[in-house]
């Protein structure tokens, strides 16, 4: 392999997260599309701003380094050597955020309705009912048990209720056996 092969493996690789995390972790963690959509428009918007200064970075590198190669000073010459080497650093961080941003505008393209502010705070109860007894079944299913700041967030949402009748009955507990005090789940 040469050294050029190495470089060409190293621009291939360029994206900090891969499109499965993209879609899978980073929206995927939410099980509404409304919020699914506020997370994307979010990452958008991180990876836009963070583009654009990049851009400007690029041209004060560029500033900086012809600056000092118009010198005859050693160390200024080795000092653009060295700007030249972070500029080439971070000309691939910009590669890797335009694959980024090119992958999630495509999912943006994707969503037929573009949900407005008030839509994404109307689904709120939905998304935390949906959220919060999913993470408290992988808990459950953990075996570790739901902890007491989760239970506490459940009945904040006005929800525990429910998911303790619901989770009451899928396990076959009865709820006589529970004498009136909330169940260790």
Do not use: C
Not at 166 to 184: L, M
């Amino acid at each position: 392999m040469s050294f050029e092969d190495l470089e060409n493996a190293i621009i291939e690789i360029q994206q900090s997260r891969s499109n499965f995390q993209l879609e899978r972790f980073v929206l995927g963690q939410h099980p509404t599309p409304e919020m699914q959509y506020y997370q994307l428009i979010l990452e958008i918007q991180d990876l836009s701003f963070k583009h654009k200064n990049a851009l400007i970075e690029v041209d004060i590198f560029e500033k900086k380094i012809a600056k000092l190669e118009a010198s005859n000073d050693e160390i200024k010459l080795l000092k653009a050597r060295q700007k030249k080497l972070g500029l080439e650093q971070l000309k691939l961080a910009i590669l890797g955020t335009e694959r980024e941003l090119s992958h999630l505008l495509a999912i943006w393209d994707t969503f037929e309705h573009k949900y407005s502010r008030e839509e994404i705070e109307a689904a709120q109860p939905e998304y935390w009912k949906a959220r919060l007894s999913a993470n408290a079944n992988a808990m459950i299913m953990g075996g570790a048990g739901v902890n007491p700041a989760h239970l506490e967030a459940m009945d904040q949402a006005g929800i525990l209720d429910d998911f303790l009748s619901s989770t009451v009955e899928s396990v076959g507990i009865q709820p006589e056996s529970i004498s009136g005090s909330t169940p260790t789940i």
